[in-house]
């Protein structure tokens, strides 16, 4: 089991990127995958989750209404849409994925059960 995070880069504020978490060694679409952040000095977050079981993705309060996530089964991808981008959305964002699958979906998980974790990509945004 593999995830490879990508889309980090230095932006301004207001501006938008993607990140992309390309799953391997399993189906997306049969477990959560969710992204978590890591901002200096500060502790891990989660910012968003999606799992086929829930009827909507879970979003942070931090990133509603900016942040969107989204999944791409035929490419095994989980994206994550980062719009109107802050300076204190600067971190080390990471993909996760837990071990085994729930019909509750993402709820069913604490950070803890995050099994898989990708390797971190870095956004920094500029004020």
């Known amino acids: 089991v593999q995830l490879q995070a990508s889309g980090g880069g230095l932006v301004q504020a207001g501006r938008s990127l993607r990140l992309s978490c390309a799953a391997s060694?399993?189906?997306?679409?049969?477990?959560?995958i969710a992204w978590f952040r890591q901002a200096p000095g500060k502790e891990r977050e989660g910012v968003s989750c999606?799992?086929?079981?829930?009827?909507?993705?879970y979003v942070a309060d931090s990133v509603k209404g900016r942040f969107t996530i989204s999944s791409d089964n035929a490419k095994n991808t989980v994206y994550l849409q980062m719009n109107t981008l802050k300076p204190e959305d600067t971190a080390v964002y990471y993909c996760?994925?837990?071990?085994?699958?729930?019909?509750?979906?993402?709820?069913?998980?604490?950070?803890?059960?995050?099994?898989?974790w990708g390797q971190g990509t870095l956004v920094t945004v500029s004020s």
């Open positions: 996760a994925a837990p071990a085994w699958s729930s019909v509750n979906g993402c709820g069913a998980y604490d950070e803890g059960d995050y099994d898989y």
């Open positions: 999606i799992s086929s079981s829930d009827g909507s993705p």
């Open positions: 060694g399993f189906i997306i679409d049969d477990y959560a």
